[in-house]
Nanobody, 125 residues
């Protein structure tokens, strides 16, 4: 499975961005898809997951502001990010896992086998 991100960039605090991730195969019931982010000097952290039962999981820091969704017909995963803050800045990665995820482990980097190259998001005034 190959995944390629797009849609990053710079935005002012309070603004919005939408990230996209194109998968090389159908994002159907076989795949769990997720977004992660990383800043220099820190571990990569889970942001949001859409599992193969269409259940979403969000990090506490983005709940109510970010929305993960997918277009199954086009094999595209999205991350709509609203009310962005400087602490949301970082490199954002799309990831895929084949099969189901154990409940409680949806935001763990080690559970995902396939990763994109990452795309930068900068939130600053």
């Amino acid at each position: 499975v190959q995944v390629v991100e797009s849609g990053g960039g710079s935005v002012r605090p309070g603004g919005s961005l939408r990230l996209s991730c194109v998968a090389s195969e159908s994002t159907d019931s076989r795949l769990c898809m997720a977004w992660f982010r990383q800043v220099p000097g820190k571990d990569r952290e889970g942001v949001a997951t859409l599992d193969n039962d269409d259940v979403t999981t969000y990090a506490d820091s983005v709940k109510g502001r970010f929305t993960i969704s997918e277009d199954k017909d086009k094999n595209i995963l999205y991350l709509q990010m609203n009310s962005l803050a400087p602490e949301d800045s970082g490199m954002y990665y799309c990831a895929a896992h084949v099969g189901a995820l154990v409940p409680g482990h949806h935001l763990e980097t080690g559970k995902f086998e396939y990763w994109g190259q990452g795309i930068p998001v900068d939130v600053s005034s």
